[in-house]
């Protein structure tokens, strides 16, 4: 008797399959963003200077963008499993690392400066490690299918970012026991990955795609980011140069828009512990609350109202930008638990709106053999954001709870009045 197939699951590979490149990318977004709603409330119980929490994620974030373009060129040959399998090392070392410093300094048995000094270091492997699984993960992918199962199953693999963030926060609380305390989940996310590190060692088959394939510059996990773009097939890569005029606005839209998406995820985890007046034991619960309403409007925002919509690129990024600017304002002024978790969700589906505008609009903007390029400027755009902008957001919230809201929606406002007004897109990217 012939061997069973195996059954597939639409994507054109096995289900079994997909599951666990599913879970490499899930896992990678889902313990980012746990970090990012913990770590307010350590900062806080630490002692340490808000500012070093946000130059902490700046850091990562720039080794993020440096060496994704690194590790997108080395999908394009074989051995995408060992880049997987590096991805989770890198994630593996970095919670293990940030976990054993944090809970050294909740513990008592290390000074504040020490621990941040090598909470830092262990961010550094993520931003190194970490990001070489996402592009071999899509590599993987897009070399075994073909056609529209191809995209489909690129989608479905991007969305585990997007719903990474939903769960990291939501899920974290769960794992915080003592003695570890507030450093606790970071060892469950680093056991979690370990498991499917060991899945993908025994049951995916190792790498032997029928074709080459390019892996995709995947944007720097945060809550309403993207997984990335994928290149059309066989594209051919061209010089396409930053300043092209097609593409330029686009990048400038990008940058303004994702640096006030930036300052305010930077923040919102300190505003939700000092507006409430929440003690540090009880604070990590209501900021994944918060974060998880504003991953939820966004994922809203680009899974059903988009597609619902229709909208053309540019008024994608002026509706966004608006409802994004409206949120913002009203995070910022709101006084409870309901106005801060509602403000936070409209300005979550306002840049879940903005995002995938400048996205479209500049791959539209360019030819089929340019898509490569434009994709990886795009991811590069939105990576760069996360440099200094929870910094800066950081550092004007040190002058006002609200500013960093208040200038979030300024900036946003006059995004949408000059991409309205002042701003003529080809005719192709409309």
Not at 3 to 11: A, L, Q, V, W
Not at 120 to 135: D, K, V
Request: hydrophobic share 55%.
């Amino acid at each position: 008797m012939g061997r069973t197939p195996r059954r597939m699951n639409g994507y054109g590979l096995s289900r079994g399959r997909f599951a666990l490149l599913y879970s490499v990318m899930l896992v990678a977004a889902a313990g980012n963003t746990a970090m990012q709603s913990l770590l307010p409330a350590i900062g806080r119980e630490l002692a340490v200077a808000d500012i070093w929490v946000a130059v902490a994620f700046s850091l990562s974030a720039v080794i993020w963008v440096a060496l994704a373009p690194v590790w997108a060129r080395r999908a394009d040959r074989r051995g995408r499993r060992a880049l997987m399998r590096l991805g989770l090392y890198g994630f593996i070392v970095s919670m293990l690392i940030c976990g054993g410093a944090l809970a050294a300094g909740l513990l008592g048995l290390m000074g504040s400066a020490l621990v941040f000094t090598i909470f830092m270091l262990g961010r550094t492997f993520y931003g190194a490690f970490g990001s070489a699984s996402p592009p071999a993960v899509q590599a993987y992918v897009a070399a075994r299918t073909e056609g529209e199962a191809r995209t489909n199953a690129l989608a479905a693999i991007a969305s585990s970012f997007g719903l990474g963030t939903i769960i990291g926060p939501a899920i974290a609380p769960l794992f915080i026991f003592p003695p570890l305390g507030l450093s606790a989940p970071l060892f469950a996310f680093a056991l979690i990955a370990a498991v499917v590190l060991v899945l993908i060692v025994l049951k995916l088959p190792d790498d032997t795609p029928r074709r080459d394939a390019r892996g995709t510059i995947v944007a720097y996990p945060a809550i309403g980011g993207g997984g990335g773009q994928a290149a059309p097939d066989e594209a051919v890569r061209v010089a396409l140069s930053w300043r092209d005029p097609r593409v330029l606005p686009w990048h400038l839209i990008g940058t303004v828009g994702g640096h006030g998406h930036a300052i305010v995820l930077g923040v919102i985890g300190f505003l939700v512990i000092d507006r409430l007046m929440l003690p540090l034991d009880h604070a990590q619960q209501w900021i994944a609350i918060v974060l998880m309403a504003g991953a939820a409007a966004s994922l809203f925002a680009q899974w059903w109202l988009i597609p619902q919509l229709a909208l053309s690129p540019r008024q994608l990024v002026v509706w966004g930008s608006v409802v994004a600017a409206a949120g913002s304002a009203m995070t910022g002024l709101g006084q409870g638990v309901y106005t801060l978790t509602i403000g936070f969700a409209l300005a979550s589906l306002g840049f879940g709106l903005f995002r995938p505008g400048f996205t479209a609009g500049a791959s539209l903007a360019v030819g089929p053999d340019e898509q490569n390029e434009v994709a990886g400027q795009v991811t590069s755009v939105a990576g760069i954001a996360f440099v200094a902008g929870p910094a800066a957001g950081v550092w004007a919230y040190g002058y006002g709870l609200a500013l960093p809201f208040l200038v979030t929606a300024a900036l946003m406002l006059a995004l949408a009045g000059w991409t309205a007004w002042r701003f003529i897109p080809s005719s192709r990217a409309e």
